[in-house]
């Protein structure tokens, strides 16, 4: 058996973004620089893998979030203007390269209809601004944030990675997408590691049966909102 370069270079990115994950988290200025210079590496080393087949499109995937990571902690903005410049960086990355690629996935609306999305997030605007103004709530930012995270989440985690990789490793993709979601838990700790893990597999599981964005679309909302009142610690609190 020989191992293909692409899928050789999918398994150094994978193992390589838990270690620098671990490193970021365990020492955050060296971290820092270990991380820009894997993924500048994992850049490379695609420069001329890409001829746009499945497998190298996922492997292209897979570093929209690293790359979303690093301009995250470029940036060093307080918690709420920080998660939203992450998370709508996510999605229109996400958007750019479904665009780029033109996927396309029989049965499987990899967004749903966005106007669903966008009333979800104008109502915890809404929800926002009266929980900050009328009640002067602390956390009222929380309210808007928790929707934006689930809809990027979504749309890349199951949308658009976890169809990919359905289409190369077929029912082992919900794993592995379960996986790849973990790798960028690594920061908050093992008890959340395995918060993490289950929620992803049970999300990514309903997902390939379904194939309804809309339901883990609204679990994923559920599953923030649990961790906002039981886990605060992944919201800065």
Same mark, same amino acid.
């Given at each position: 058996?020989?191992?293909?370069? &692409?899928?050789?270079?999918?398994?150094?990115?994978?193992?390589?973004?838990?270690? &620098?994950?671990?490193?970021?988290?365990?020492?955050?200025?060296?971290?820092?620089?270990?991380?820009?210079?894997? $993924?500048?590496?994992?850049?490379?080393?695609?420069? +001329?893998?890409?001829?746009?087949?499945?497998?190298?499109? =996922?492997?292209?995937?897979?570093?929209?979030?690293?790359?979303?990571?690093?301009?995250?902690?470029?940036?060093?903005?307080?918690?709420?203007?920080? /998660?939203? $410049?992450?998370?709508?960086?996510?999605?229109?990355? /996400?958007?750019?390269?479904?665009?780029?690629? *033109?996927?396309?996935?029989?049965?499987?609306?990899?967004?749903?209809?966005?106007?669903?999305?966008?009333?979800?997030?104008?109502?915890?605007?809404?929800? *926002?601004? !009266?929980?900050?103004? =009328?009640?002067?709530?602390?956390?009222?930012?929380?309210?808007?944030?928790?929707?934006?995270?689930?809809?990027?989440?979504?749309?890349?985690?199951?949308?658009?990675?976890?169809?990919?990789?359905?289409?190369?490793?077929?029912?082992?993709?919900?794993?592995?997408?379960?996986?790849?979601?973990?790798?960028?838990?690594?920061?908050?700790?093992?008890?959340? &590691?395995?918060?993490?893990?289950?929620?992803?597999?049970?999300?990514?599981?309903?997902?390939?049966?379904?194939? +309804?964005?809309?339901?883990?679309?609204?679990? +994923?909302?559920?599953?923030?909102?649990?961790?906002?009142?039981?886990?605060? !610690?992944?919201?800065?609190?």
């Amino acid at each position: 058996f020989k191992m293909k370069s &692409v899928e050789r270079n999918f398994i150094i990115a994978l193992v390589g973004l838990a270690i &620098v994950e671990y490193l970021l988290s365990s020492f955050p200025t060296i971290g820092f620089f270990v991380y820009a210079v894997f $993924v500048g590496l994992i850049l490379i080393l695609m420069e +001329n893998e890409v001829k746009h087949t499945k497998e190298e499109k =996922l492997l292209i995937i897979l570093m929209i979030l690293p790359i979303c990571r690093i301009a995250e902690i470029f940036l060093n903005l307080e918690f709420f203007w920080s /998660t939203l $410049v992450f998370y709508l960086f996510i999605i229109c990355v /996400t958007l750019y390269y479904v665009i780029k690629f *033109w996927l396309r996935f029989e049965k499987t609306p990899f967004i749903g209809n966005p106007t669903y999305f966008f009333g979800a997030l104008g109502i915890s605007g809404i929800a *926002w601004a !009266v929980s900050k103004y =009328l009640f002067n709530w602390e956390f009222s930012g929380i309210v808007f944030l928790i929707p934006l995270i689930a809809y990027a989440e979504e749309i890349y985690f199951r949308g658009t990675f976890q169809n990919l990789a359905n289409e190369w490793f077929g029912n082992f993709s919900i794993l592995l997408t379960a996986f790849v979601y973990n790798i960028f838990s690594i920061s908050y700790g093992f008890t959340y &590691v395995l918060i993490a893990f289950s929620a992803a597999l049970i999300l990514s599981s309903l997902y390939h049966i379904t194939k +309804n964005i809309y339901i883990s679309y609204v679990l +994923n909302i559920i599953f923030h909102v649990l961790l906002f009142m039981f886990y605060p !610690v992944v919201y800065g609190i």
